[in-house]
């Protein structure tokens, strides 16, 4: 894969992408902190047969959420898995095809992730008005709210949404990798 994102292009951004970037490394703390719940669970089953109660539905909660919050970056980087075979042979051929073909990705993935965003926002008002009814886990045991994943899936949706926006104004732009 080339080092340019989906747009074809590295969009500026004052805003964005600090933001993007800031999501991203939350992300990567979290994963951190999940690492070390983890080894910690394990060593306190192994030396004390004692786990650590919630680490399944902490680990559960956790990748949904990591992923939400890395998602923008992903984007933003070019990593997001895609076939290139029809990009390359346009930008060869027809370098202003491939420009209105990645604008036309990008806006149809912004489309799609606003209606996701659109029919999700209804859960995360319920979850956040409603903690005591909505959470993961097993009631006298281990339990955890699930408005703040709820939150965290909404924001990194947002952000993916600016993100495949400003992608696709930077592909019609031409702006160069």
């Known amino acids: 894969m080339s080092s340019e994102n989906l747009s ?3 969009p500026k951004s ?3 992408g600090p933001f993007v970037a800031g999501l991203n490394a939350l992300g990567s703390i979290w994963i951190i902190g999940l690492m070390l719940l983890i080894c910690a669970d ?3 089953r192994t030396l004390f047969n004692a786990p650590i109660a919630g680490v399944a539905e902490m680990v559960a ?3 949904v959420g990591i992923v939400f919050l890395q998602l923008a970056h992903t984007l933003r980087t070019g990593s997001l898995t895609r076939s290139d075979i029809l990009l390359t042979w346009l930008a060869r051929r027809h370098p202003r095809a491939r420009r209105w073909a990645l604008a036309l990705f990008n806006a149809v993935g ?3 992730l606003l209606l996701t965003l659109w029919y999700f926002l209804p859960s995360v008002e319920k979850a ?5 009814r909505h959470f993961m886990g097993n009631p006298g045991f281990f339990q955890i709210p699930k408005w703040p994943l709820h939150v965290l899936m909404a924001i990194g949706m947002f952000a993916t949404i600016a993100q495949f926006i400003a992608s ?9 990798a």
């Open 8 to 10: 074809g292009a590295r």
């Open 14 to 16: 004052r805003v964005l």
């Open 42 to 44: 394990i060593a306190s």
């Open 61 to 63: 909660f956790s990748i």
């Open 110 to 112: 912004a489309a799609v």
């Open 128 to 132: 956040w008005s409603h903690p005591e």
């Open 168 to 176: 696709a104004i930077a592909a019609l732009r031409g702006e160069p």
